[in-house]
């Protein structure tokens, strides 16, 4: 049985930083793509950020440029998301998917498992 479970979430002030994790376990996933989505109150579901199986590819949504980097550590199963200069509309529940396409999708359904998130609030 395949889990995914996201940490590192919490409470910041704008201008501070947060690391999150996606630690996935049931399987191996040290080939597959994996990605991070966020979901904000009353909003949908939007992308953050996709990397392929060995780190070399990466992809951002236009927020993200210059503020967030995603990576991965195939030896843990894990990827992360370091994100810098937070804003407040950066508040949102942070997921991340895994076994994904090879090319970068900003579509959860192109992703076989995801988890449930770790909520990150950015007070101003």
């Known amino acids: 049985q395949v889990h995914v479970v996201e940490s590192g979430g919490g409470l910041v002030q704008a201008g501070g930083s947060l690391r999150l994790s996606c630690a996935a376990s049931g399987r191996t996933f040290s080939r597959d793509s994996m990605a991070w989505f966020r979901q904000a109150l009353g909003k949908e579901r939007e992308f953050v950020a996709f990397i392929n199986w060995s780190g070399h590819n990466t992809n951002y949504a236009e927020f993200g440029k210059g503020r967030f980097t995603i990576s991965r550590d195939n030896a843990k199963n894990t990827m992360y998301l370091q994100m810098n200069n937070l804003k407040p509309e950066d508040t949102a529940v942070y997921s991340c998917?895994?076994?994904?396409?090879?090319?970068?999708?900003?579509?959860?359904?192109?992703?076989?498992?995801w988890g449930q998130g770790t909520q990150v609030t950015v007070s101003s």
């Open positions: 998917a895994v076994q994904g396409p090879i090319t970068s999708s900003p579509l959860l359904r192109d992703y076989s498992f």
